[in-house]
């Protein structure tokens, strides 16, 4: 049950975009397509962004987009807003029927 | 109003024990798996435990496995985590999370969760 890994920070200014990385292995990401996104602003609990790899839940901007390829996952968040600035999570079903989270990205909007 | 609502967090001695509760309110309870998902301070989430809707499937993290049991009970929509054999490690505040059907992935609802803290 090893973490999946994420960039520790990213950062970028409004009306960008920029993605956030999630490597995994076959036992996870790359052999499942369960991969879901979270975004945690201080003091607050995650919000699901993401789920199924790319589907969004109700109420989420289409500025999220999510994708998978082999065993990396990406979140795209496009037309960045400062309310974006958060921590980013990405998790995995895994095999042995656990679940797997990434150490989180803290996003920084300039 | 569809949440959760986590109780029953607080200080403890290491070795000692502690039960947590998650109150479900606003959604069928009965039909979902649900999840413990902690945070120790500062860092990052960790998935603990999942209970399926009926019961029949219990798993856990390895690093609670024979520490931390997940049970619910239906007739009363509450999800409970009892913590034996606490360590410092184990400080942190406990989630509990909503799953999804049919898929296994994501968390789609979050409580805010109750602070343990495991200290002498």
């Not at chain 1, 602003?41 to 789920?51: D, E, N, R």
């Not at chain 2, 999942?50 to 999800?79: E, H, M, P």
Request: glycine residues 10%; proline residues 4%; contains cysteine.
């Amino acid at each position: 049950q090893s973490a999946l890994t994420q960039p520790a920070s990213v950062s970028g200014s409004p009306r960008q975009s920029i993605t956030i990385s999630c490597s995994g292995s076959s036992s996870d990401v790359g052999g499942y397509n369960y991969v879901s996104w979270y975004q945690q602003h201080p003091g607050k609990a995650p919000k699901l962004m993401i789920y199924d790899v790319s589907d969004r839940p109700s109420g989420v901007p289409d500025r999220f987009s999510g994708s998978k390829s082999g065993n990396t996952a990406s979140l795209t968040i496009s037309g960045l807003q400062a309310e974006d600035e958060a921590d980013y999570y990405c998790s995995s079903y895994s095999s042995s029927s656990t679940w797997v989270f990434g150490g989180g990205t803290k996003l920084t909007v300039l | 109003q569809v949440q959760l609502v986590e109780s029953g967090g607080g200080v403890v001695q290491p070795g000692r024990s502690l039960r947590l509760s998650c109150a479900a309110s606003g959604f069928t309870f009965s039909s979902y798996g649900m999840h413990w998902v902690r945070q120790a301070p500062g860092k990052g989430l960790e998935w603990v435990a999942f209970i399926s809707y009926d019961r029949s499937n219990k798993y856990y993290a390895d690093s609670v496995k024979g520490r931390l049991t997940i049970s619910r009970d239906n007739s009363q929509n509450t999800l409970s985590l009892q913590m034996n054999s606490l360590r410092a490690d184990d400080t942190a505040v406990y989630y509990c999370a909503k799953g999804r059907i049919p898929s296994p992935s994501g968390f789609d609802l979050w409580g805010r969760g109750t602070l343990v803290t495991v200290s002498s």
